[in-house]
Nanobody, 123 residues
Framework: QVHLLESGGGSVQTGGSLRLSCAAS????????MGWFRQAPGKEREGVAH????????GYAESVKGRFTISQDNTKNILFLQMNSLKPEDTAMYYC????????????????WGQGTQVTVSS
């Protein structure tokens, strides 16, 4: 069993920055893929940034490349998402997810999800 708890969301203006955190507890280990997904009202959930605990960064959505950075504090099992140059289209609920099966994880079917943290970017 894995528990994920996100924090760090908020409201910023265009061009601002936020750092999201996902604290993982339980049976999290190097076999897990972890990362961030987001869902805006009326839109499908999309993958944002992805990390393999046993290997490092897996990739980013094209829409956030160069602006968002995913990283891990492996001593504390915390996953971060540094978001810079935020745009109104980044407004969404951001979720942390984890799974050992990559095909499930990358298609948004992870076994474990956090409760989400809201990011709102105003113009």
């Amino acid at each position: 069993q894995v528990h994920l708890l996100e924090s760090g969301g908020g409201s910023v203006q265009t061009g601002g920055s936020l750092r999201l955190s996902c604290a993982a507890s339980g049976d999290i280990n190097s076999r897990y893929y972890m990362g961030w997904f987001r869902q805006a009202p009326g839109k499908e959930r999309e993958g944002v940034a992805h990390f393999y605990i046993g290997g490092g960064v897996v990739g980013y959505a094209e829409s956030v490349k160069g602006r968002f950075t995913i990283s891990q504090d492996n001593t504390k099992n915390i996953l971060f998402l540094q978001m810079n140059s935020l745009k109104p289209e980044d407004t969404a609920m951001y979720y942390c997810a984890a799974d050992t099966v990559y095909s499930d994880y990358i298609h948004g079917a992870s076994r474990y999800w956090g409760q989400g943290t809201q990011v709102t970017v105003s113009s």
